[in-house]
């Protein structure tokens, strides 16, 4: 049974930086793309960032400079640095994983973990 685990959210000021950690069970973790995709109150989900098989990396453009997709195969967890946050990026952020290729679909993704809240204050 495939398990992932958000951790790492809470409530920042702007500016601040928080690391998001995903540990996943259940899977050949590396072989398996991870993605960070967030929903804001009142929002669709919406895709962060994913990171393939082959460590390839891919973000949307409104967290490019500022976030940072990583993985640990030996821990089987994928990390999301994030630095420099905003408001705009209060949300619940989740983390998926998916086999074959990688993508930035949200659909696409088979496995999806609880979410961890994060809270950016102006």
């Known amino acids: 049974q495939v398990h992932l685990g958000e951790s790492g959210g809470g409530l920042v000021q702007a500016g601040d930086s928080l690391k998001l950690s995903c540990a996943a069970s259940g899977l050949t973790f590396s072989l398996t793309n991870m993605g960070w995709f967030r929903q804001a109150p009142g929002k669709e989900r919406e895709f962060v960032a994913a990171?393939?098989?082959?460590?390839?990396?891919y973000y949307t453009d409104s967290v490019k400079g500022r976030f940072t997709i990583s993985r640990d195969n030996v821990k089987s967890t994928v990390y999301l640095q994030m630095n420099n946050l905003e408001p705009d990026d209060t949300a619940v952020y989740y983390c998926?994983?998916?086999?074959?290729?990688?993508?930035?679909?949200?659909?696409?993704?088979?496995?999806w973990g609880q979410g961890t809240q994060v809270t950016v204050s102006s």
């Open positions: 990171i393939n098989w082959g460590r390839v990396t």
């Open positions: 998926a994983a998916k086999d074959g290729l990688d993508s930035r679909l949200e659909y696409e993704y088979k496995y």
